[in-house]
């Protein structure tokens, strides 16, 4: 019993103590100079009627949305190193869904052959074709694909080789 009646007037002191003293740390504020009293706050100054405000017209700038284009990529890949005559190569692009596509080949003969396409949703698309005959030359067995692909005002262009192998 004693120590609960000890426990409770320490909590009523300390209660009383940090009600009663300033906060650690702050002091009060100091007391006015001798002859001089704290301004006190009288009456709001008399309204005059005749004084009607006016609202002035002043131009805002307004900011225009514009949007910050995505940059184009280009992944060009053959499937296959090198391809005979009669048999298929595949060219894959990957760039931004809706761009377009061209595609070139040219052998080493200088004939050429072209393709044009769609990146689609998925952001690929491919084109498959039969490497024609006859079209090494003596010194060279090496055909080129590029690949243009366009989107709005941008543009990149790829290109990759492979060998024409010898005949089936």
Do not use: D, E
Not at 4 to 18: E, M
Not at 54 to 75: D, R, W
């Amino acid at each position: 019993m004693k120590k609960i009646v000890i426990s409770v007037l320490c909590g009523v002191a300390l209660t009383f103590a940090l009600l009663a003293g300033s906060v650690r740390g702050q002091t009060p504020p100091p007391p006015p100079p001798p002859g001089q009293s704290f301004p006190t706050i009288g009456p709001p100054p008399p309204i005059n009627p005749t004084a009607v405000p006016t609202a002035t017209a002043t131009a805002t700038a307004t900011a225009t949305p514009t949007s910050t284009p995505i940059p184009l990529m280009l992944t060009v890949r053959l499937v296959h190193r090198t391809v005979a005559p009669g048999s298929k190569q595949k060219v894959t692009v990957s760039a931004l869904a809706g761009a377009t596509t061209h595609y070139t080949v040219t052998y080493p003969n200088k004939h050429h052959k072209t393709h044009n396409g769609l990146i689609g949703s998925s952001g690929r698309t491919s084109w498959t074709y039969t490497q024609p005959k006859n079209t090494t030359t003596t010194k060279s067995r090496t055909a080129s694909v590029r690949v243009n692909v366009t989107l709005g005002t941008q543009f990149k262009t790829s290109k990759k080789t492979y060998s024409i192998g010898p005949g089936r």
